[in-house]
């Protein structure tokens, strides 16, 4: 079973994350979820 997780900057930038016990989000949905909050994946490196 999972939720969905609605995360929003203040800026106005949002996205929505599945949260599925075991499982992995998928590489087009990453990609998609970085397009959303407007960030390249070096940004979120630096970020971890």
């Given at each position: 079973h999972g939720s969905h997780h609605?995360?929003?900057h203040?800026?106005?930038r949002?996205?929505?994350?599945?949260v599925h016990s075991?499982?992995?989000i998928g590489?087009?949905?990453f990609a998609k979820i970085l397009r959303d909050?407007?960030?390249k994946r070096e940004q979120?490196?630096?970020l971890l």
């Open positions: 609605f995360l929003q203040s800026d106005g949002a996205t929505v994350v599945p075991g499982e992995t590489p087009g949905l909050c407007d960030l979120l490196q630096k």
